[in-house]
């Protein structure tokens, strides 16, 4: 029997690569993967639908499911995760020192419905006290189908002009929620700090209390192509959790010899294994149900949804049970 032929966008991840240099191969699959950039993939996917299978934002994926306009449905495979209290930034002129202090301040963000946006909020609110409706919000982008209620004010930039970095180096924001430190400020003026002094331990303290490592990305197929082929999406499952059990295994060896160019990384990925536990990149609905519900709860919470999805609506069937 002919293998079906597949394309598939998503970085090169470490954890990804098995399956790119073709030691894994999805059982039935004749897999074309492109390693886009998740910022290409998402996007491609989400206005043309240019593969069988992407990369795909949680917070537009949920978005766009509860509005029917979703021609996806996802795999329990996650393949970008972050702890986003580190990406939270402050102008230190802005008299920021504690979360607290947000409230009644000009926050910026990519999107109102960005995942990390998501998950900063809802930790916001629920480990400190700041509501989304009491900060002024300022965004990169346009929202697609977003209703909210009056309460909650928000603005964008203007379009073609200075990019949000620029906007709290130059004091025209107070903080800034980002999902990875922008180029300006790895190098950049004294007065932008992170929000936490010490984001780690911040991290580190609310995995151990919650057992959540925040999911930032997952893998959906069109649907179309699982109602034809259901056997695919399993297929794929399993070759993603191939290719992440090989990418363990080249950490191991890592550790048993400097592989890799980075000291004290042996100290560190044992220090990630007594925190985070053995399986720290966990896939599967099972492994990840708080986060998932959580992410969801926060996303009706923040009036990004309409109602509450359930696991049966956000991933295929035959991924369920694992």
């Known amino acids: 029997m002919s293998k079906v032929p597949l394309t598939l966008a998503c970085w090169d991840y470490d954890r990804v690569k098995p399956l790119m240099l073709k030691q894994v191969e999805p059982e039935g699959v004749d897999l074309n993967l492109l390693p886009y950039p998740p910022d290409d993939s998402v996007w491609r996917m989400v206005r043309h639908q240019d593969y069988d299978a992407s990369e795909m934002t949680m917070g537009t994926y949920v978005l766009l499911r509860s509005m029917g306009q979703a021609p996806y449905i996802a795999i329990p495979v996650f393949l970008a995760r972050f702890f986003p209290h580190s990406g939270i930034f402050v102008n230190t002129k802005s008299n920021i020192h504690e979360p607290a202090d947000l409230k009644g301040k000009k926050v910026g963000a990519p999107q109102y419905q960005m995942t990390t946006a998501v998950w900063t909020k809802g930790i916001l609110q629920h480990d400190y006290g700041v509501m989304p409706e009491t900060i002024d919000w300022y965004l990169g982008r346009a929202e697609v189908g977003l209703s909210l209620p009056p309460n909650v004010k928000t603005q964008l930039i203007p379009q073609g002009g200075r990019m949000l970095a620029d906007l709290l180096i130059d004091g025209e924001l107070d903080a800034l929620f ?139 069937e035959n991924t369920l049970d694992y």
């Not at 259901?230 to 297929?235: D, G, K, N, T, V």
């Not at 070759?239 to 890799?260: H, I, N, P, S, V």
């Not at 099972?286 to 309409?306: C, D, P, R, S, W």
């Open 178 to 316: 980002m999902p990875r430190v922008p180029p300006k400020f790895k190098n950049g003026p004294a007065h932008i700090k992170q929000l936490f002094e010490d984001p780690r331990s911040v991290e580190e303290e609310y995995y151990k209390r919650t057992g959540i490592f925040p999911i930032m990305h997952t893998i959906v197929i069109k649907e179309s192509l699982y109602r034809e082929k259901p056997w695919i999406a399993f297929s794929l499952y399993r070759a993603f959790c191939q290719a992440r059990d090989l990418c363990y295994q080249d950490l191991d060896q890592t550790l048993e010899g400097l592989k890799y160019m980075v000291p004290w990384l042996d100290i560190h990925m044992n220090h990630v294994r007594q925190t985070l536990g053995k399986d720290f990149w966990p896939y599967g609905i099972k492994a990840n149900l708080k986060g998932l519900e959580t992410f969801v709860e926060y996303m009706l919470e923040q009036h990004l949804i309409k109602r509450k999805l359930s696991m049966e609506e956000l991933f295929c």
